[in-house]
């Protein structure tokens, strides 16, 4: 069973922990109410798992965000579409996640609460998806966070093969 760790970063109000619940339990939940800090979202598919760091978007815990950034596979920026600054902050949660030690290497904006006369704005450097697909999304995400590991793990791989031959205790390694 494969594992992806997502941190959720956007605005007070974007629709975070809505989206994750939704994809997590398959239905909307009524009476969700903000989040305090940092909450844990589990969502499985197919034998994977997402566990997701849902971060609230109050300036109040914005000191603590860094701290669950760490060792993730992906950033993940949630905008309202009908909230036009939701999506001009992306650059200051992009920036937050950038300065935090050992950040992720992908990034990926979902814009929630977009209508079908809407078009998705392109952000430079991170794909944008519509966010209506809440399923589709989180697949998406387990596979760009699957792929990143792969990435890491054969990167780590020759670096220990590498450290493993320089010690060969009976000089006989080249």
């Known amino acids: 069973m494969t594992s992806v760790s997502a ?3 956007g ?3 974007v629709g975070k922990t809505t989206f994750l619940t939704t994809a997590s339990e398959g239905r909307a939940r009524p009476n969700i109410k903000s989040t305090l800090g940092v909450d844990n979202i589990v969502y499985r598919d197919r034998g994977r798992i ?3 760091w849902d971060t609230s978007g109050s300036d109040r815990f914005i000191h603590v965000i860094p701290l669950f950034v760490r060792m993730c596979d992906i950033a993940v920026y949630v905008v309202d579409a009908r909230r036009p ?3 001009e902050n992306v650059k200051k949660w992009h920036e937050l996640v950038c300065r935090s030690e050992d950040p992720p290497e992908e ?3 979902v814009v929630l609460k977009m209508e079908d006369e809407m078009t998705i704005p392109s952000y430079p450097g991170i794909e944008v998806v519509d966010g209506r697909y809440a399923q589709d999304v989180m697949r998406d995400i387990m ?3 699957e792929q990143r590991q792969g990435l890491r793990r054969h990167a ?3 670096l ?3 450290s493993v031959q320089t010690q060969c205790c009976f000089r006989l390694c080249l």
């Open 7 to 9: 941190v959720f970063l």
């Open 11 to 13: 605005d007070i109000g």
């Open 50 to 52: 997402l566990r997701c």
């Open 85 to 87: 600054q939701t999506f």
């Open 107 to 109: 990034h990926l904006i």
């Open 143 to 145: 596979d760009r966070g």
């Open 156 to 158: 780590s791989l020759d």
């Open 160 to 162: 220990e093969t590498e």
